[in-house]
């Protein structure tokens, strides 16, 4: 469900019901009547959808985590917040940008349309910007010919499975966060969709090289063995860019989670 068009048809349903209620109903029924329940209540309604609207579609807009691909940082189940404004205003419902205001920056945690269906959104973190060189091999990230620093950390016990997974820690420019790499999957990427920009990447049984095309990005989680991400769909245009991923604000099996992430 496109949540964003049902709050915008709704707010222009509980807005027409107003103007109707102020302007027209309210002067032509006799002193003293009330105005009929659907007029009244829709009218009532409409200060606060204009809010909800505002908040949601210029300010900031809370998701939840419905998959492992960002742990250890997001877990199944994180409420967050994301800023809808950090990387420029959007009109709502169509995600076209009219102001530009940031571009998104290595290592930010990057909620976005997912470019094989706009209708899903995805979040994942941002690993390669416009014009670089991305290569995945044999399990080490390397930008623009330079490996990315990563030092080994103590094992990540997943609290669902009971299982541990090597932990390391990534530095993507100023950003530092933990990865999880498993030793014994394979570092070839399977089932390769089809997808604009395909002949930007080489694929071989040691992972993925890809230069980055204009005007998108490059995203992988943090849960390198168990994400879908632009080693299998490829990139993201800046046109399906939703905001910037920057604070959990509740989880229901663990509120010590509750806070800003990296």
């Given amino acids: 469900?496109?949540?964003?068009?049902?709050?915008?048809?709704?707010?222009?349903?509980?807005?027409?019901?107003?103007?109707?209620?102020?302007?027209?109903?309210?002067?032509r029924r006799a002193p003293g009547t009330p105005s009929p329940w659907w007029v009244e209540y829709g009218a009532s309604f409409f200060p606060v959808?204009?809010?909800?609207?505002?908040?949601?579609?210029?300010?900031?807009?809370?998701?939840?985590?419905?998959?492992?691909?960002?742990?250890?940082?997001?877990l199944v189940g994180d409420f967050i917040l994301v800023n809808?404004?950090?990387?420029?205003?959007?009109?709502?419902?169509?995600?076209?940008?009219?102001?530009?205001?940031?571009?998104?920056?290595?290592?930010?945690?990057?909620?976005?349309?997912?470019?094989?269906?706009?209708?899903?959104?995805?979040?994942?973190?941002?690993?390669?910007?416009?014009?670089?060189r991305i290569e995945y091999v044999d399990k080490r990230l390397r930008i623009n010919g330079e490996a990315v620093p990563i030092t080994g950390q103590d094992d990540y016990l997943h609290p669902d499975r009971l299982y541990y997974s090597p932990r390391f820690q990534e530095k993507l420019g100023a950003?530092?966060?933990?990865?999880?790499?498993?030793?014994?999957?394979?570092?070839?990427?399977?089932?390769?969709?089809?997808?604009?920009?395909?002949?930007?990447c080489t694929y071989t049984t040691s992972g993925v090289r890809c230069t980055v095309p204009e005007g998108h990005y490059f995203v992988m989680g943090d849960n390198r063995d168990a994400s879908s991400d632009s080693r299998v769909w490829g990139f993201v245009p800046d046109e399906n860019i939703v905001g910037r991923a920057f604070f959990i604000w509740f989880n229901f099996n663990d509120m010590k989670r509750i806070g800003g992430f990296h």
Avoid: C
């Avoid at 049902?6 to 027209?24: E, G, M, N, P, S």
């Avoid at 609207?53 to 998959?67: A, D, H, Q």
């Avoid at 530092?176 to 920009?197: A, C, G």
């Fill in 1 to 27: 469900m496109n949540f964003a068009l049902v709050l915008f048809l709704l707010l222009v349903a509980t807005a027409i019901l107003w103007v109707i209620d102020r302007f027209y109903a309210k002067k």
């Fill in 49 to 74: 959808i204009l809010i909800v609207f505002g908040l949601r579609s210029f300010i900031v807009e809370p998701f939840k985590i419905p998959s492992g691909s960002m742990i250890p940082t997001l």
């Fill in 84 to 132: 809808k404004w950090t990387y420029g205003i959007r009109l709502p419902v169509i995600n076209k940008k009219i102001i530009d205001v940031n571009s998104p920056k290595r290592g930010d945690v990057m909620v976005f349309r997912y470019p094989a269906d706009p209708s899903m959104d995805y979040i994942k973190r941002v690993v390669g910007l416009p014009g670089d």
């Fill in 175 to 200: 950003v530092e966060h933990s990865v999880l790499i498993e030793r014994d999957v394979p570092p070839l990427v399977p089932q390769v969709l089809d997808y604009p920009h395909r002949e930007n």
